[in-house]
């Protein structure tokens, strides 16, 4: 089973970037589909873009299209999360999560493996 860390979140003005890191064990990463979901206070945790196996599928929460890229190298275990333009109302914890042979989908309940998550805040 894999085990994921999160890296990358920090303090950023509106309108910067960051990019996020999760980095897996294991030898079979290239069968996970991972995702990213974040949660801010006080509010359920929500999808934001998932990378299906090939990397071939990456579907994007609404709230974060045109602005956020999910992208994955297999050959390293990673998956990247790049925020630009980043808002105010995108100040969350992110996590990322794995769902062994899956198809990145957007439930949270597909997915068995997660790790700490980090956090990101946006400033004015």
């Known amino acids: 089973q894999a085990q994921l860390v999160e890296s990358g979140g920090g303090l950023v003005q509106a309108g910067g970037s960051l990019r996020l890191s999760c980095a897996a064990s294991?030898?079979?990463?290239?069968?996970?589909?991972i995702a990213w979901f974040r949660q801010a206070p006080g509010k359920e945790r929500e999808f934001v873009a998932a990378?299906?196996?090939?990397?071939?599928?990456?579907p994007y929460a609404d709230s974060v299209k045109g602005r956020f890229t999910i992208s994955r190298d297999n050959s390293k275990n990673v998956v990247y999360l790049q925020m630009n333009s980043l808002k105010p109302e995108d100040t969350a914890v992110y996590y990322c999560?794995?769902?062994?042979w899956g198809m990145g989908q957007r439930a949270a309940s597909a997915y068995e493996t997660w790790g700490q998550g980090t956090q990101v805040t946006v400033s004015l």
């Open positions: 990378v299906a196996r090939s990397g071939g599928s990456t």
């Open positions: 999560a794995a769902d062994l």
């Open positions: 294991g030898r079979t990463f290239s069968n996970y589909a």
